[in-house]
């Protein structure tokens, strides 16, 4: 099998001060070469077809475009986009940091239509196109507008969007927790907003549930796509965003929140994870 170095595309993509959410038009989309190729994701990306023509591949399936679909993809997925124009429809792709940063109790890996990576199509009728474009075109004039408080208007609205999708995908409301495994990885997931301060390895999670490491790694890749480890974390930089972005607390406030007893130590571990300091984070984040 032939190897080949993936380009990573963030949200800077679709221009320089895009950091978190991008909408447009399916023809916007076609003009984006690199996308044709494969590459990762570093944002999730729902695409409402009207009419267009054209594949997307993910991890080497192909699949053709057809009218009135829509189709998410997950972060970090490996896929190519190839849509011929002319094309109606909209795109939508924001970054897990943008929905999540209000949401904590309505995560994203809840919403099935993510829970696999890639739908592979939801189809919708007249009726559906309907409501979905009318939240849509309230996205739309609401993320090409210089209002006020808009960042929390645009995370209602994409809220709002996303369960509209869910329910075409699954219109029948079920138990979400199905199974022993299913049920262990919900309530670890719930134990780690309760104690992620204090609890920071996965052998604390698993005395709690009483069962073994090496389990629950095992549940937490088979449902959450990561070992427990980097659910952990991915928890902890999650929090650490949220306290630089809304408040003024200092460095040294913000890692004694997050219970780290050193600060060194905290800085150290979110450089490792996003690949800049708290306070470059911080300095990006002025102004939204």
Not at 102 to 115: A, G, H, P, T, V
């Amino acid at each position: 099998m032939q190897t080949v170095d993936l380009q990573v595309c963030n949200m800077g993509l679709f221009g320089n001060d895009i950091i978190d959410l991008w909408i447009g038009s399916l023809d916007d989309l076609s003009k984006i070469s690199c996308l044709q190729k494969p590459h990762q994701n570093s944002f999730y990306t729902v695409l409402m077809v009207e009419n267009a023509t054209g594949k997307i591949v993910i991890d080497n399936i192909s699949k053709q475009i057809n009218p009135f679909e829509i189709i998410t993809i997950s972060s970090d997925i490996i896929n190519q986009i190839h849509i011929i124009p002319p094309s109606t429809g909209k795109i939508v792709c924001f970054s897990e940091d943008f929905f999540s940063v209000r949401y904590n109790d309505n995560m994203l890996n809840q919403f099935s239509i993510f829970e696999n990576g890639f739908q592979t199509a939801i189809r919708f009728s007249e009726a559906d196109k309907n409501a979905i474009n009318t939240i849509l075109n309230l996205m739309c004039n609401e993320f090409y507008s210089d209002k006020r408080d808009s960042k929390k208007v645009l995370r209602s609205y994409l809220n709002i969007l996303l369960v509209e999708i869910e329910r075409l995908h699954k219109p029948i409301k079920s138990n979400k927790i199905r199974g022993y495994s299913k049920e262990k990885a919900y309530k670890f997931q719930k134990l780690i907003e309760k104690h992620y301060k204090t609890d920071k390895l996965p052998s604390d999670y698993a005395q709690r549930l009483n069962v073994s490491t090496n389990y629950l790694n095992k549940i937490s890749k088979e449902h959450f796509g990561l070992s427990s480890g980097a659910v952990i974390r991915k928890k902890l930089v999650l929090e650490a965003k949220r306290i630089l972005h809304y408040t003024h607390s200092s460095i040294g406030e913000v890692a004694f929140q997050l219970g780290f007893d050193y600060v060194s130590y905290f800085v150290s571990f979110f450089k490792k994870q996003t690949g800049e300091t708290p306070e470059q984070y911080r300095k990006q984040q002025q102004g939204y």
